[in-house]
Nanobody, 121 residues
């Protein structure tokens, strides 16, 4: 069974940076696209970014374009989210999962615990 473990969150001031990591196990990581999602308090989980299995293509939510960057390291089964110039509206619990999960919950892998990002103004 797929297991997703997110880490790297924390408290950061507006304008600062964070690097989130997600380690996946239980399947052939390098053959699958990966994505990041987030859920802010009182809101539904939303798509943030995705990356193809080769890393050749990335997609982003409009709200994070130019500030967040997704990348991956297949040998270590890790996907990253570099967060620059973070803003208070980026405050949320961040999760990784299959990008297809954004449109069909039946395609989601079991959710990890996520990692909390809190941005102070």
């Amino acid at each position: 069974q797929v297991q997703l473990v997110e880490s790297g969150g924390g408290l950061v001031e507006a304008g600062g940076s964070l690097r989130l990591s997600c380690v996946a196990s239980g399947r052939a990581f390098s053959s699958y696209a990966m994505g990041w999602f987030r859920q802010a308090p009182g809101k539904e989980r939303e798509f943030v970014a995705s990356i193809t299995w080769t890393g050749s293509r990335t997609d982003y939510a409009e709200s994070v374009k130019g500030r967040l960057t997704i990348s991956r390291d297949n040998p270590t089964h890790t996907v990253f989210l570099q967060m620059n110039n973070v803003q208070p509206e980026d405050t949320a619990v961040y999760y990784c999962n299959a990008p297809e999960c954004a449109t069909d919950q039946l395609l989601c892998d079991p959710w990890g615990r996520g990692t909390q990002v809190t941005v102070s103004s």
